[in-house]
């Protein structure tokens, strides 16, 4: 899952913004140099990458993309997942979507003193231009998706890999629908999750 989604499964689960933001900047499973509450956020974001991975109907949607840009997949259905869950923002979140960003950068920036340089740039840049609520509109999605790409060390076929959302809308929007609900299910009934939301 990218971003959007895992705020809303943190704010779901009672679980640090900050520590959820962070579980891809910070490496190692050895979290005790950090606050208890943003350690359990990166466990957290982690466990639900690792549920995302192995769930059936991911692996079922990942198989949809043609072969040059397969190895990317993973990447590619982030993206579109977080773009069907800003369009779809209602059906699982009572504040609307400008609210909830609003909110996320607002806590993210109490803890900006603790974020890895990397992390915290792309903090700054995601709340300068509100990443977050632009994520409904999918020439975004392609600039983030080309974004990345620019990122890595050669040019791969990540670049333009927003034709392949465009080409199994569809698809990929009946993928989320059925997934999405399943893992907030599962994040909200993870043990303690219901007592720390309490």
Known sequence: MNYLAHFH????????????????????????????AI????????QVDAFTD???EVL???ALFAPPRRRFA???????????????????????????????????????????ETALKRFERMQEHDLLLSYRRIEVIGRALDSIAARLS???????????????????EAAFLCFYPQLLHWV???DGAAGRRG
């Open 39 to 46: 350690a359990e956020g990166i466990r957290l974001h982690r």
């Open 154 to 172: 050669r040019r791969t076929t990540l670049y333009g890999a927003v034709e392949e959302i465009e080409r199994h809308h569809a698809a990929l």
């Open 9 to 36: 499964l943190a704010t779901q689960a009672g679980s640090s913004l900050t520590g959820n933001y962070l579980g891809d900047a910070v490496k190692g499973s050895v979290l005790d140099a950090w606050p208890l």
């Open 74 to 116: 993973g990447i590619i259905l982030d993206m579109a997942f977080d773009h069907f869950l800003a369009c779809h923002w209602s059906s699982f979140h009572a504040e609307p979507l400008p609210v909830f960003t609003r909110q996320v950068y607002q806590t993210l920036a109490l803890d900006a003193q603790l974020m890895p």
């Open 188 to 190: 909200q009934n993870r």
């Open 60 to 62: 079922r949607t990942l």
């Open 54 to 56: 192995h769930h059936p």
